[in-house]
């Protein structure tokens, strides 16, 4: 799976991009069809809490994924995200199975 880890308006450590992919190479244990997926990070300086978000859009042929995560760090929006693509993709997947 290829990925693009981008950082909107601010400049992110290549110790926090590697964190971040290493996170998101775990997706293809569940589906080994994802062709690419996109990462944004964004700091949200408008809200005090929940200030890091992560938008990540998985490319699947039949299917794009796209999901949103806040947290207090990129590391935590960062694992619930994986989290929640996780739960989406075995679902994806176990309707597949059924047809």
Do not use: C, W
Not at 1 to 6: F, H, P, R
Not at 88 to 96: G, S
């Amino acid at each position: 799976m290829d990925k693009t880890i981008q950082p909107v308006n601010f400049n992110a450590s290549q110790d926090l991009l590697i964190h971040v992919g290493e996170i998101f190479d775990k997706l293809d244990k569940f589906n080994d069809k994802i062709v690419s997926a996109d990462i944004y990070l964004k700091s949200l300086r408008e809200t005090p809490t929940k200030e890091k978000k992560i938008e990540v859009r998985l490319f699947i042929p039949g299917k794009d994924i796209f999901i949103e995560q806040q947290a207090d760090s990129f590391i935590s929006a960062a694992q619930q995200a994986f989290d929640r693509l996780k739960v989406i993709i075995i679902k994806d997947k176990e309707k597949q199975k059924s047809y």
